[in-house]
């Protein structure tokens, strides 16, 4: 397990899914932990369960992103590893013809998904070149397998997920170039066992059944896995990983789709 002792992270969406199991995680890989989201009761109960502090924040508000920097900053002293995870689905591909409501919904999730992770890269570099020791750190984006092989019925989670990774790359050799000792990568997961899988599970029975099949190992992530993926990155056992991506998927994006 990577040793994260003395460290102090950040982690959005922390209430349930990949962001509770990283926050989990985390925590018992030795790091404090600021665990944030807009549900503050569930948010907060999860983060009491593991020892790690609570933040309410809609990571789409820039100014709260200056906030809970400053409450981990403040409470522990530095930042060194931040979680960009919190993210939501649109539910509106490009031909649906309400208009108002396809635009409405690419609006929110490119203000939550990227433009969102974007604001947490920017307050964390901040951040992390204030460190006693100089500038460094971790960030982590919570990417998807769709934003490699896209959805066709949802536009807006698609593009927004294509839109983390390419801004993990630009965030990654910036800071790389400044002479930073910030690392920036994605971890792209597959099809997770999370809130918004029984969402839409509730909707559309089979559902989950039919999304496993998409991986050889015919079965969905359990975010657990994930989380390990996440600390791996986290930690200080891969310095000269920046810009990468990591897939943990089962094996989807590696199988020819007639097979």
């Given at each position: 397990?990577?040793?994260?002792?003395g460290?102090?992270?950040?982690?959005?969406?922390?209430?349930?899914g990949?962001?509770?199991a990283?926050?989990?995680?985390?925590?018992a890989?030795?790091?404090?932990?600021?665990?944030?989201?807009?549900?503050?009761?569930?948010?907060?109960?999860?983060?009491?369960n593991?020892?790690?502090?609570?933040?309410?924040?809609?990571?789409?508000?820039?100014d709260?992103?200056?906030?809970v920097?400053?409450?981990?900053?403040?409470?522990?002293?530095?930042?060194?590893?931040?979680?960009n995870?919190?993210?939501?689905?649109?539910?509106a591909s490009?031909?649906?013809?309400?208009?108002?409501?396809?635009?409405?919904?690419?609006?929110?999730v490119?203000?939550?998904?990227?433009?969102?992770?974007?604001?947490?890269?920017r307050?964390?570099?901040k951040?992390?070149?204030a460190n006693?020791?100089?500038?460094?750190?971790?960030?982590v984006?919570?990417?998807?397998?769709?934003?490699?092989?896209?959805?066709?019925?949802?536009?807006?989670?698609s593009?927004?997920?294509?839109?983390?990774?390419?801004?993990?790359?630009?965030?990654?050799?910036?800071?790389?170039q400044?002479?930073?000792?910030?690392?920036c990568?994605?971890?792209?997961?597959?099809?997770?066992?999370?809130?918004?899988?029984?969402?839409?599970?509730?909707?559309?029975p089979g559902?989950?059944?039919q999304?496993?099949?998409t991986s050889?190992?015919?079965?969905?992530?359990?975010?657990s896995?994930t989380?390990?993926?996440?600390?791996?990155?986290a930690s200080?056992?891969?310095?000269?990983?920046?810009?990468a991506?990591?897939?943990?998927?089962?094996?989807?994006?590696?199988?020819?789709?007639?097979?």
């Open positions: 397990m990577p040793d994260l002792a460290k102090v992270a950040l982690v959005t969406g922390c209430a349930s990949i962001g509770k990283a926050m989990e995680r985390l925590r890989d030795g790091a404090e932990v600021v665990g944030t989201d807009v549900d503050a009761a569930k948010g907060e109960a999860e983060a009491d593991c020892g790690a502090m609570f933040a309410a924040q809609d990571v789409s508000d820039r709260r992103w200056a906030e920097v400053a409450l981990a900053t403040e409470r522990f002293g530095r930042l060194d590893i931040l979680v995870n919190a993210g939501i689905v649109s539910g490009i031909g649906d013809e309400d208009d108002e409501a396809v635009f409405a919904a690419w609006d929110r490119i203000a939550i998904n990227l433009s969102g992770t974007m604001a947490g890269c307050a964390a570099i951040a992390m070149t006693p020791d100089g500038p460094s750190g971790s960030i984006n919570i990417a998807s397998t769709t934003a490699i092989s896209p959805l066709p019925t949802d536009v807006g989670y593009a927004s997920k294509g839109g983390v990774r390419v801004l993990s790359k630009s965030v990654a050799t910036w800071c790389a400044q002479g930073y000792a910030i690392r990568n994605t971890v792209i997961p597959g099809a997770t066992e999370t809130g918004i899988l029984d969402a839409t599970e509730a909707a559309m559902f989950k059944a999304v496993a099949k050889p190992m015919n079965r969905l992530a359990d975010p896995e989380a390990a993926a996440i600390a791996f990155l200080d056992e891969c310095p000269f990983m920046t810009g991506e990591l897939l943990v998927d089962g094996g989807a994006l590696s199988i020819h789709p007639g097979f």
